[in-house]
């Protein structure tokens, strides 16, 4: 088994509504022209159900097989909302939007499942329930979350889920997938370091917060050099500093810092966070300033489900001739919420050569659709078999 021949028919169709979304990106929850415009090929598609406004600006679409015996649903989900970062691909479909572009492939991921749906419309050449997940927000608004919370798994009564994104640098169309943690848990925090602002030429009479806020910069690095085990997995990056004052000769009274921190275990989650604050009051203190901390648990560690990821891999290999194992991946990724509800499993296809995601200068490859297409089918296709 290879790509399935109807997928190369549909390619230059798919292609076309994956240009289009990548014209017109959108971000976070604000995803009404894309929701709306997949909610149109759903229902063009002849699915038995389209419900909107999950999770927001979620879609859901229901197509059932030409049989039901088995009972069974299984869901696939993609991920439908941009990136705020400005294009520079120079492609002649490129984003249409200031400051918002497709930089980490959505408009691929929800052209592939479109497709897939179109498919699994047409043929229906399986026993059970196929649901196709439509989600907003996955760039750091938690999408996933409200899909799940606004009560999707139990009313749609899906029992797994399968998700998938591309990887640049991974062979176009192959595939990597790993069982148990794969992505990791992303959380954010604020510290606001408050010291004694003055003029310039007199720091002894300031508690300077730009030293205050170096020095917890560096002390931060030890959470991964000295007080986690070197076999964990934990990164800690400060990803903005920002002064009260950007004049010359003004000592700020407050600096603001931001960043993330990520990590493979609830254990080191723990451990990274009760250090964080540690490091960044106890610092301060030493220097007569004082740090508030706001830390803030975002998305939980992916964990794809063993028997899952095994089928996964299974259909991967044959679609795509082999699936390798992926490595542990630092990224977040919202599609856990949906994992901690129902067993499942999330794949990597390769993307091939080209700038990585979250840059600029990305663009998801069109080469490869026909293999995304034909593993979510198959996925379907293979759960819920038909009988012959």
Not at 321 to 335: K, N, R, T, V
Request: aromatic share 8%; glycine share 10%; charged share 20%.
């Amino acid at each position: 088994m290879a790509v399935k021949n109807r997928f190369a028919e549909l390619h230059d169709e798919i292609t076309a509504w994956r240009r289009d979304l990548h014209a017109h990106p959108e971000l976070l929850f604000d995803t009404h022209r894309t929701s709306a415009l997949v909610a149109e090929k759903l229902r063009s598609f002849g699915c038995d159900e389209v419900v909107t406004g999950i999770g927001r600006t979620g879609v859901v679409g229901v197509i059932k097989g030409r049989a039901d015996t088995s009972g069974k649903v299984v869901g696939l989900r993609a991920d439908m909302d941009a990136l705020p970062i400005h294009e520079q691909t120079g492609v002649d479909y490129a984003s249409k939007t200031p400051g918002a572009m497709h930089a980490c492939g959505h408009d691929g991921h929800t052209a592939m499942l479109l497709g897939a749906a179109k498919y699994l419309a047409e043929t229906r050449n399986f026993d059970g329930t196929a649901v196709v997940i439509f989600q907003p927000a996955e760039e750091g608004g938690a999408g996933g979350r409200e899909m799940c919370e606004d009560g999707m798994m139990a009313r749609f009564g899906i029992q797994e889920v399968y998700g998938m994104h591309n990887w640049p640098g991974k062979p176009m169309g192959s595939f990597s997938i790993r069982p148990g943690a794969f992505f990791a848990a992303t959380d954010v925090f604020d510290i606001e370091i408050e010291g004694l602002g003055g003029h310039a030429a007199k720091p002894h009479e300031t508690v300077d917060t730009t030293v205050v806020a170096s020095h917890i910069v560096i002390a931060l690095q030890t959470i991964a050099s000295r007080y986690a085990d070197p076999v964990d997995q934990v990164v800690v990056s400060v990803t903005s500093f920002e002064t009260s004052s950007n004049a010359f000769n003004v000592i700020p009274q407050k600096v603001m810092l931001k960043g993330t921190v990520r990590t493979m275990t609830e254990q080191m989650r723990d451990l990274a966070e009760m250090r964080l604050n540690k490091i960044a009051t106890g610092v301060a203190e030493s220097f007569g300033a004082q740090a508030q901390v706001d830390y803030e648990r975002n998305y939980p560690v992916m964990v794809n489900h063993t028997a899952q990821t095994e089928f996964a891999a299974k259909v991967a290999a044959q679609v795509a001739g082999s699936c390798d194992e992926a490595p542990l991946i630092m990224g977040g990724e919202d599609f856990a919420f949906m994992l901690e509800e129902r067993p499942g499993a999330y794949i990597l296809v390769g993307n091939g050569p080209g700038a990585a995601v979250h840059h600029p200068e990305y663009n998801f490859n069109d080469e490869a659709i026909p293999a995304g297409c034909s593993w979510w089918a198959e996925i379907v296709e293979q759960r819920l078999p038909a009988s012959r």
